[in-house]
Each structure stands twice: as C-alpha cells, then as structure tokens.
C-alpha cells in the first residue's frame, strides 16, 4: 500500500512566522501535490511537482512556496503565516494519470 | 473552466435505505472520473476511477456509473459505517496530472 505521511497532525503557529509542512511517500511517485480544504469550498490546489527540483502553480499559489529537493519529499512553506491560512493542508501523490493517494492531513491554525 | 458539482451537499438515511449520489462535470476531455471517501480527521481514500460512459466499478455496497456529463455513487443497503463524505473528482484530458474536485456529499447512515 502507498504510504503518504505527513510530519504534523496538529500544527498552531503566530502570524508572521515561517511555517514549513512537510510530506513523504514511500512509493517512488513522481507528481506530489498540495491542497488546502476548508468547508464550503472543498479541495483547493497549491503547488504540485512532476519531479524533482521542478514545481508548478496550482489554483491558489499565493502567500506560499514549495521545495522538492529528493523524490519522496514534498516541502509546502508558509512564507509570513497569515490568519486566513489556517486551514486543513493535504499531501498526496500519484504515478502517471493514477488516482492520487492522500496523507492523513495537518491542521494548521495561525493565531 | 473546468466545473465538478456534487449533490445533494448532505444526505441522510436509514440503515438499509439505498440511494444515490451524484457529481456531475464540464470538462474538456474526460480522461478519468475518481470517487473518494473521507472519513473526519483523515486525509481522502480512493474508491475508484471510471474512464468511460457507460462504464461500471462495484466495492461492497458501492457502485460508481458514468455517463458523458456525470456519474453517480449507488449505495445499496448502507450500514453506519458507510457515513463518510464522499468525493469526486475529474481529471482533464490535456496531459495534466491534475484533479479538480467537487465539494462533496456529506453521507449519514442511521442505525
């Protein structure tokens, strides 16, 4: 089974502060991806990367940055932590067009 | 622009009770349609993927159908444990490993 985990279950941190999340899967997968949900709007997507060291823009990129320096680890930052990005934050990786498989989530509150 | 809706947002029945649930799209180019359930707290677990209409998937209780605009989720005879938040989500067929998901039906079986 594909494994996806994510560092945090529960996460608070202040605005203004630099907030790393990070993700790894045991799978070999090249595409990982980043989603935040929140109710009434559903998953929303960051980042995603196709390999390593490369990344492209998802629906909601702004306010956040990503770092994919080995194959199995998906890195979403945070740059300056705001109130509106408290939010649920999902991981997920696929091969190919395969069905996305998804880590267990961090919930990050910014206070 | 690429469009997922799901309905109803909310759905409650009696154990034993079947029904439906459904998601509908605009898309171009389906290249593949993935149901997911999502239990409180954790991250998305897949169900299925459908590729084509008129095509079929069973697991359990469940069955997944898919027509050219839509696809539908039939839940015969649920127990409690089915109570999930059921998503879908479709993939383009431009080459991107992308998924746009709807925002879900929240399913609750009743003993």
């Known amino acids: 089974d594909v494994k996806v985990t994510q560092s945090s279950r529960y996460l608070v941190k202040r605005t203004g502060e630099k907030v790393f999340l990070e993700c790894v899967q045991d799978?070999?997968?090249?595409?990982m991806f980043w989603y935040r949900q929140d109710p009434g709007l559903g998953l929303r997507l960051i980042y995603f990367s196709y390999d390593v060291k490369m990344k492209e823009k998802g629906d909601i990129p702004e306010g956040y940055s990503v770092s994919r320096e080995k194959k199995e680890r998906f890195s979403l930052i945070l740059e300056s932590a705001s109130t509106n990005q408290t939010s649920m934050y999902l991981c997920?990786?696929?091969?190919?067009?395969?069905?996305?498989?998804f880590g267990d989530g961090t919930r990050l509150s910014i206070l | 622009e690429d469009q997922v809706t799901q309905s109803p947002e909310a759905l409650r029945l009696q154990e034993g009770e079947s029904s439906s649930l459904n998601c509908s799209y605009t898309?171009?180019?389906?290249?593949?349609l993935f149901w997911y359930r999502q239990d409180p707290g954790k991250g998305p677990e897949f169900l299925f993927t459908?590729?084509?209409a008129g095509e079929e998937k069973e697991k359990e209780r469940l069955k997944a159908t898919l027509t050219k605009k839509e696809s539908f989720l039939h839940i015969t005879a649920p127990k409690p444990e089915d109570s999930a938040t059921y998503l879908c989500a479709v993939q383009e067929g431009s080459g991107s490993e992308k998924l746009v998901f709807g925002k879900g039906t929240k399913l609750t079986v009743n003993p």
């Open positions: 799978m070999d997968h090249e595409n």
């Open positions: 997920a990786s696929s091969v190919g067009s395969q069905p996305q498989h």
């Open positions: 459908l590729y084509s």
């Open positions: 898309v171009s180019g389906l290249r593949g």
